[in-house]
């Protein structure tokens, strides 16, 4: 590996305090060459001095050199009108899509790098998204950044969803120079979290790959957009046609959609839980429904870090990276683990929770996760008025719903106190279709009392329900090993059909959640057969998603090729009563003793 060629300027920032001025050295289109002679580029910035300082790095494919403000200008104005603190303290020049502000970092003693990926910005070569290759970049640059002259030798990795995802992949190959990383609302397992949901073809990433990559792919030259901080081209000086881009990367969702099980293709962009030993902060956002929540939670519970802290807030995804609460505790951490500073850090709880109430958030500590003192608690469905009763009711009956409709809704009697559910959730249903399979998509939601429903600001939509699961009936063999009553671990691997009008036992795992239900409201679940929809239209849309945001964001399953209406457009029957189980696991949590 080696460097060359940078432009160099230099910048006037702000300290953290907002009041003293202080020189950042700003490097930009560093060369980084691979092992295969690829060059990926890399702007650095860093104090202007000949001291040596601990790296912040980031790796991705959202060109370094567009600013938030450009690339994503509905979420930034969202962000700064909602949270003056992000704009503050800064010239917002260098603000880029989900990694760190470096006039926030660098009057703090680090050096901040950020580079292009393979394919994308400033870096030419192939687009191959989570790939080993460009998981092996990735450790080329930790390693690259750990020699360099300007670097004490620890390097931490730091950034939000891609830049998250990521880092878990690249921490299960040990670079000898990563110290430390915190996760930020990053998936971690290829199949489960990010392209398959329960076994369900998820529609994201085609349309992330149109909206976000293809934009930004080296070689738009001309046609691209241009750096605000310095006037460059953000895709690189040459100009390429439609067909050579086309030549320089696949088609990313119907590569998903060719592996429709859990095989060799995403095992290979997948965490390797046991091989992760740096210590870390995974930061989970309780709204993160199809993408951003899973992975963490299963990253606290299942590496082998020996120091790790978990961390979970709501509002959207990339929010509280930014807001002085989400620097200030990525500055402590950080501070401990790449500068040796004895501030506590170590002695911080295990788990930090911004538990969410109808109308705020209430931070709290915990020792473990899942909470220790948790109540598991079984609310079964009743087909007798579609009720969430404490006890089965012993009545045989089925109740079938048509799979392209809303589904079933069962709900509980109004809470007689305040009732907290935090921590991962699971349901078990005795299920039969009228076709070989059966797509299940649960929902588990709150009313008030007059039966409006509560929604949340999720990672993305608005209108976020408490928590959502997903399975593929003929995808239910579970691993055994991996297995937990409130977390069911789908296989994958293989499909067992139907016989139609047969019911078979379903696990399905509900993705973790917190609210505190207020005395007065109902719980509910809905069953469905298609995604959840808070309103058939509400003219909600982001600058960089294609779909209108009705409840799901943009983690939708309806790509007709995976769910042919022949198959998943049927009947569904649930069925209860002796040896067919029906209820929802749910983490109540006790008051502390």
Aim: hydrophobic content about 35%.
């Amino acid at each position: 590996m080696a460097s060359t060629g940078p432009n160099t300027s230099l910048n006037s920032s702000l300290d953290t305090s907002g009041k003293q001025p202080a020189a950042m050295l700003i490097e930009r289109d560093i060369a980084i060459v691979m092992d295969d002679g690829v060059v990926l580029r890399a702007d650095v910035f860093r104090p202007n001095d000949s001291q040596q300082y601990p790296v912040l790095l980031s790796h991705g494919p959202y060109a370094k050199g567009l600013a938030f403000q450009d690339g994503y200008p509905s979420a930034w104005q969202k962000m700064i009108t909602s949270h003056p603190d992000v704009a503050c303290g800064s010239s917002n020049l260098h603000q880029n899509w989900e990694v760190v502000d470096p006039e926030k970092w660098v009057p703090d003693g680090y050096v901040c790098v950020r580079i292009d990926s393979r394919g994308c910005g400033r870096s030419p070569g192939f687009i191959d998204h989570f790939s080993p290759r460009e998981t092996q970049d990735f450790y080329q640059c930790i390693e690259w950044a750990g020699v360099q002259p300007w670097s004490s030798g620890k390097v931490g990795l730091s950034g939000v969803s891609y830049y998250g995802i990521n880092q878990w992949q690249v921490a299960s190959l040990n670079p000898p120079h990563l110290a430390a990383m915190c996760i930020w609302e990053g998936a971690a397992d290829w199949y489960r979290d990010m392209t398959h949901h329960g076994g369900i073809l998820s529609t994201f990433w085609a349309n992330w790959y149109d909206m976000q990559v293809n934009t930004v792919q080296y070689g738009l030259g001309e046609r691209g957009p241009r750096s605000r901080a310095d006037g460059s081209l953000v895709c690189g000086d040459e100009t390429l046609s439609d067909a050579e881009l086309a030549k320089n990367r696949g088609d990313f969702g119907d590569t998903i959609l060719a592996h429709p099980l859990d095989d060799d293709y995403h095992r290979a962009r997948s965490a390797a839980w046991d091989k992760i030993t740096v210590p870390f902060l995974s930061a989970a956002n309780w709204g993160g429904q199809g993408l951003h929540t899973r992975g963490n939670f299963e990253g606290m519970m299942r590496a082998a870090s020996r120091q790790k802290w978990l961390e979970a807030h709501g509002l959207e995804h990339w929010t509280h990276f930014y807001t002085d609460y989400g620097v200030a505790l990525q500055k402590r951490f950080f501070a401990h683990f790449l500068k040796g500073e004895q501030n506590g850090w170590d002695r911080e709880p295990p788990v930090q929770l911004q538990v969410r109430h109808v109308d705020r958030f209430e931070r709290r500590a915990e020792k473990s996760w899942p909470i220790d003192r948790t109540s598991w608690t079984k609310l079964h469905l009743d087909p007798v008025g579609q009720s969430l009763r404490n006890n089965e009711s012993g009545v045989e009956r089925t109740v079938s719903f048509d799979a392209s409709g809303n589904g079933l809704t069962f709900l509980s009697e109004p809470l007689e106190t305040a009732t907290e559910i935090t921590g991962p959730l699971a349901a078990k249903l005795s299920v039969s279709s009228s076709t070989e399979d059966a797509d299940i998509f649960l929902v588990l939601r709150v009313f008030t009392a007059d039966m409006r429903e509560v929604t949340f600001a999720g990672a993305i939509d608005p209108h976020t329900p408490v928590a959502q699961g997903w399975l593929r009936a003929s995808q239910r063999a579970l691993d055994p090993a991996l297995t937990i009553p409130y977390r069911p671990y789908h296989l994958h691997t293989a499909r067992e059909s139907l016989v139609p009008g047969e019911p078979v036992e379903l696990e399905i795992e509900l993705w973790p959640t917190s609210i505190v239900v207020p005395a007065g409201c109902r719980i509910g679940l809905s069953v469905r057969g298609n995604d959840y929809v808070f309103a058939e239209s509400t003219g909600l849309k982001l600058s960089n998603f294609k779909n209108e945001l009705r409840g799901c964001g943009p983690f939708l399953h309806n790509d007709p090729r995976d769910r042919p209406a022949a198959v998943f457009g049927g009947s569904t029957t649930l069925h209860f009563g002796p040896g067919y189980p029906a209820y929802v696991l749910l983490p109540v949590i006790k008051e502390p003793a």
